[in-house]
C-alpha cells in the first residue's frame, strides 16, 4: 500500500536530517521587491503538499534545487502532461519563479519549499519518472563534504521514489565533484549509466568541442553554468538509469 511504504520510506531516513540539515538550512537571501511581493501572494496557490503530489495521477517529474527556476519552467512548457515539482529554499529564486509561472500561465508546476531529504522519503515508491538536479552546492571544502546533496543514502533515497527505467540527470562544473557523482553512482548497481560527457567551455567557443544539444543533456544553459564557464571551467553531464 503506498502510503504505508511512503511512511516507513520516511522513518528509515530520519537519521539523515541531523548529518545534513546544515546544507539546507533556509535561504532567504536578498530579495527584490519583485520577488519578495510573489513569494508572498503566490507561495500558497502553487504549494502542494507531499500527500497532494501522492494522490496526483499525472506522470511525475522533480528538480532538486532548481535555483532562479529557469530549467524547470522550460520542461513544464515542454511536457505540460505531467506534474513537475520544484525543490528549492532559496526563497528570492522562489519568487522569481513563481512570478514567471503566473506570468507565462503555467499550471503543471508545483512548489515544494522543503529539504528534497525530506521531500522523496514522503514520497509514494516508484512514482517518479524523472529527477533532475543541475548544478548542486559543491562545498569544496573537505570539512564540509558530508554537506553534498550526493551521497550513498541519497541515492538510496532517489531509488525509493523512482519508477524502474527511471532517470536522474545531474550536471556539475565542478570537477572534484563531478568525480565524486561518478563513483558515488557506479558503487550503487541499481543505477545504469546512459551519458558522462564533460564539456569544456573555452575549446566549445572554438568548436573543438561538443555542445549541450549534442551531448543528449535536456537543459539549456543555468545561471551557475554561466558562472562555472565564465571562471573557465569544465561542465559534466550526467544521465543514470534505474535498472532494477
Ligand atoms: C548552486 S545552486 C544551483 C541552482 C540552479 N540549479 C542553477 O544551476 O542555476 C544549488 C541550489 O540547490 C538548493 N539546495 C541545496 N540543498 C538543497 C536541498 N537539500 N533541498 C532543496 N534544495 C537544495 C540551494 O538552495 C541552491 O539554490
Known sequence: MPQQDSASNQN????????????????????????????ERLAQHY????????????????????????????????????LLLGIELYQPGIGSM??????????????????????????????????????P?????????????????????????LKPMGIARLATDWAEYGEWMAEHFAMNTNFKCELDAIRDPILAESGLTTSLDSLGAVRGRTKFETRGEKLGHRIRDFTYRRVS
Not at 112 to 120: F, G, I, N, R, Y
Request: no cysteine.
Open 12 to 39: 528509515a531516513d530520519m537519521s539523515l536530517y541531523s548529518d545534513v540539515e546544515h546544507s539546507y538550512i533556509r535561504r532567504r537571501g536578498r530579495f527584490t521587491k519583485a520577488q519578495a511581493s510573489a513569494l
Open 47 to 82: 504549494r502542494m503538499s507531499t500527500q497532494e503530489i501522492n494522490t496526483d495521477l499525472r506522470e511525475l517529474g522533480i528538480e532538486i534545487g532548481f535555483g532562479m527556476g529557469h530549467e524547470l519552467i522550460v520542461w513544464g512548457q515542454e511536457q505540460p502532461q505531467k
Open 98 to 135: 513563481l512570478s514567471r509561472l503566473e506570468n507565462l500561465k503555467i499550471g503543471n508546476v508545483a512548489l515544494v519549499d522543503e529539504p528534497a531529504q525530506k521531500v522523496l522519503a514522503e514520497l509514494t515508491p516508484k512514482s517518479v519518472s524523472e529527477i533532475r538536479i543541475f548544478f
Open 137 to 161: 552546492d559543491p562545498w569544496p571544502k573537505k570539512r564540509h563534504l558530508k554537506r553534498r546533496l550526493i551521497q550513498p543514502e541519497f541515492l538510496e533515497q532517489m531509488l525509493v521514489v
